[in-house]
């Protein structure tokens, strides 16, 4: 009972950190969008983040012999963080339903949303896949709480995001820095960088 009650709290934090970064960058895409449009773009968003937390929870362990993988998801998120850098600069208050604003397509919203799913479920689902250990039950309380997790702070976050632009440049740096350690790790498992055994916990 107590060895659960640990998971059981582990999984939250992993849970807690791990799905706020996979709601920032779809907040700061559905910023970008009408609030009708915003909330379909959301509503993506959080049922890949669920499909693909699913399915990597059933493949962790073969995934896991790969570490070009961490290299693919860091390179996607420089891109999506090009993009989102362009989407801020561009970025047009919608001031009436009668009157029209420049936004991003909807098709590329949800590519970009996509892409970042596919890229932060992976590391979620390792955090929450260890913590697990052998507890079918409590994995997959871990990957339904980190979906609920990502449409509540998505939401929250695309709003405010639209009024309070500084936040999004906020975002682009914790989505940044996620990509870094992804491809700095990529390239320690791949031996080709050395990270001191203090630093290793961080990728």
């Known amino acids: 009972m107590l060895e659960e009650t640990l998971i059981f709290v582990q999984i939250i934090f992993i849970d807690i950190v791990m799905a706020a970064d996979n709601a920032i960058i779809i907040g700061m895409v559905a910023a970008n969008f009408a609030p009708k449009s915003r ?6 968003g959080v049922f890949a983040a669920f499909i693909f937390r699913v399915i990597f929870a059933f ?3 073969f995934l896991f012999q790969f ?4 290299l693919i998801g860091g390179a996607l998120l420089l891109w999506i963080v090009n993009e989102l850098r362009q989407d801020l600069f561009t970025i047009k208050k919608i001031k009436s339903p009668t009157k029209q604003s420049k936004e991003p397509s909807f098709m590329s919203g949800v590519y970009k949303v996509l892409i970042a799913d596919i890229t932060l479920s992976f590391d979620n689902v390792i955090g929450v896949v260890a913590a697990s250990k052998e507890y ?3 994995m997959f309380f871990g990957l339904f709480l980190s979906v609920v997790l ?4 998505a939401t929250y976050l695309a709003n405010y995001i639209k009024n309070y632009k500084w936040i999004g440049y906020l975002g682009l740096i914790v989505i940044l820095i996620v990509a870094i350690q992804l491809i700095i790790g990529g390239l320690s498992d791949l031996n080709i ?7 290793k ?3």
């Open 39 to 44: 909330k379909q773009i959301i509503m993506w």
């Open 59 to 61: 493949s962790a362990t």
């Open 67 to 70: 570490a070009f993988i961490k």
């Open 136 to 138: 079918i039950g409590l």
């Open 150 to 153: 990502i449409g509540t702070l």
């Open 193 to 199: 960088l050395e990270i001191n055994e203090s630093f």
């Open 201 to 203: 916990r961080f990728f």
